[in-house]
């Protein structure tokens, strides 16, 4: 069975501290896997997927296919990072296209 | 067009009642999703269409949720009979082909069953 675990609900962290929101997934064959984030009174929207290498809002993810884990991490946080944060891997195969999406972690981040 | 609509943004029904919600997906975006989000956990998968046709389903979505996209552009999802476990945040979503997991959301239909 797909699982995705994020172990932490809530997560509080000082303004200009690290930030480190944790995933885990149990997947057979090779997901994709995506951070999608939703601000207070916004949509669900997506921050960022581990194939584009990229680093959104200062936000950066490292798929870690020994360990199962596809960790979000921000060095220095801001007020505005205050948010829930879901990891939603995704299985594309045999024509199946669904996320599974983590409960999710509250992060807030304290002026 | 500048996103995902849902409608209604709200419904209070009674238990028993059926309900309809729709979604407008983008206009190119040929793949639409529903996912229903409940306090405290994470949307879950209910059901995805490539432009008309129902390609899966989750074992979520019981004989009591219908869901139809005619022709390809919108989508509607029906529950019948509710009862007060449904209640929760109907999520729609849309994707294109070339990025099929990269979903755009829309602001979404709160259920509340009495």
């Known amino acids: 069975a797909q699982r995705v675990t994020q172990p932490e609900k809530l997560l509080s962290v000082f303004k200009g501290a690290p930030v480190e929101l944790k995933c885990n997934y149990s997947?057979?064959?090779?997901?994709?896997l995506f951070w999608y984030v939703q601000y207070s009174r916004q949509r669900l929207q997506l921050l960022l997927r581990?194939?584009s290498r990229e680093s959104i809002k200062g936000f950066t993810a490292d798929l870690n296919k020994g360990e199962t884990s596809f960790h979000l991490k921000k060095p220095f946080a801001q007020e505005e990072d205050s948010a829930m944060y879901y990891c939603?891997?995704?299985?594309?195969?045999?024509?199946?296209?669904?996320?599974?999406f983590g409960k999710g972690t509250k992060l807030s981040v304290i002026p | 067009d500048t996103g995902v609509s849902q409608d209604p943004r709200h419904k209070i029904t009674k238990r028993g009642q059926n309900v309809t919600f729709r979604c407008d997906p983008i206009?190119?975006?040929?793949?639409l999703y529903w996912y229903r989000q409940t306090l405290g956990q994470g949307p879950e998968f209910l059901t995805y269409?490539?432009?008309?046709?129902?390609?899966?389903k989750s074992r979520l979505l019981s004989d009591r949720f219908s869901a139809e996209r005619p022709k390809g552009s919108f989508s509607t999802l029906e529950i019948q009979r509710t009862e007060q476990g449904d209640s929760a945040m109907y999520l729609c979503?849309?994707?294109?082909?070339?990025?099929?997991?990269?979903?755009?959301f829309g602001a979404g239909s709160r259920l509340t069953v009495l």
């Open positions: 979503a849309s994707s294109s082909g070339s990025g099929a997991n990269v979903l755009t």
């Open positions: 997947y057979s064959g090779s997901p994709e």
């Open positions: 581990h194939i």
């Open positions: 939603a891997p995704s299985y594309s195969g045999a024509g199946s296209y669904q996320l599974t």
């Open positions: 206009s190119e975006h040929n793949r």
């Open positions: 269409f490539q432009n008309e046709a129902q390609l899966e």
